[in-house]
């Protein structure tokens, strides 16, 4: 078993910035791909990135490409997601996730057996 809390939500305005962290406790948290993913009202769950479990591979969303950076400091158990030109479409509960070996499932936002509460990230226009 692997728990997963995030943190670090909140209201910004659009073109802002935003860092958020996802703590892990239980095993080995350096054994797992570790993605974001987010959901807004109305819509389905979207995978936002992932890093594999040396953070030397990182895959992301078209939509938040060049505006958003996955890392993972596996001494201290936690990925974050540094959010950056946010837009008000970036609005969503942000969701941190964690899954065994890397691969198209990894990147494609399947197959993912841990996850977070969420954390609300609401951005003003």
């Known amino acids: 078993q692997v728990q997963l809390v995030e943190s670090g939500g909140g209201l910004v305005q659009a073109g802002g910035s935003l860092r958020l962290s996802c703590a892990a406790s239980?095993?080995?948290?350096?054994?797992?791909?570790m993605g974001w993913f987010r959901q807004a009202p109305g819509k389905e769950r979207e995978f936002v990135a992932a890093?594999?479990?040396?953070?030397?591979?990182?895959y992301y969303a078209d939509s938040v490409k060049g505006r958003f950076t996955i890392s993972r400091d596996n001494a201290k158990n936690t990925v974050y997601l540094q959010m950056n030109s946010l837009k008000p479409e970036d609005t969503a509960v942000y969701f941190c996730?964690?899954?065994?070996?890397?691969?198209?499932?990894?990147?494609?936002?399947?197959?993912?057996?841990?996850w977070g509460q969420g954390t609300q990230v609401t951005v003003s226009s």
């Open positions: 239980g095993r080995t948290f350096s054994r797992y791909v």
């Open positions: 890093i594999n479990w040396s953070a030397t591979r990182e």
């Open positions: 996730a964690a899954r065994e070996y890397w691969g198209p499932d990894a990147v494609a936002g399947r197959g993912y057996d841990y």
